[in-house]
């Protein structure tokens, strides 16, 4: 399984990117995509997931700004992002999984098999 991400870039505060994470390869009974992040000098936390029943999970400082979708025909997901502020800016990781991930006890980043390269999202003030 191959996870290629996109769609970082440089916004200002209030401002808005749609982030994509392509899927190939051996997909078949892919369950679980997660979309983490990593500030400088902090440890990689969970922005969402989504599983293959229909699922989300969003983290608390992203509710009702950030969309978890998914596109079947293209294997892709995306994480629209809105309103977006200087605390959101960190590498953004797409990540997938076999097992399904939504429960509170598996959202920790070592549950995830597969990764993508992180996409830089920076907002500036």
């Known amino acids: 399984v191959q996870l290629q991400a996109s769609g970082g870039g440089l916004v200002q505060a209030g401002g808005s990117l749609r982030l994509s994470c392509a899927v190939s390869g051996s997909i078949f009974n892919i369950n679980t995509m997660g979309w983490y992040r990593q500030a400088p000098g902090k440890e990689r936390e969970l922005v969402a997931s989504l599983t293959i029943d229909g699922s989300i999970y969003y983290a608390d400082y992203v509710k009702g700004r950030f969309t978890l979708s998914r596109d079947n025909a293209k294997n892709t997901v995306y994480l629209q992002m809105n309103n977006l502020g200087p605390e959101d800016t960190a590498a953004y990781y797409c990540?997938?999984?076999?097992?399904?991930?939504?429960?509170?006890?598996?959202?920790?980043?070592?549950?995830?098999?597969?990764w993508g390269q992180g996409t830089l999202v920076t907002v500036s003030s």
């Open positions: 990540a997938a999984d076999h097992a399904n991930l939504i429960q509170s006890s598996l959202r920790r980043a070592q549950e995830y098999d597969y």
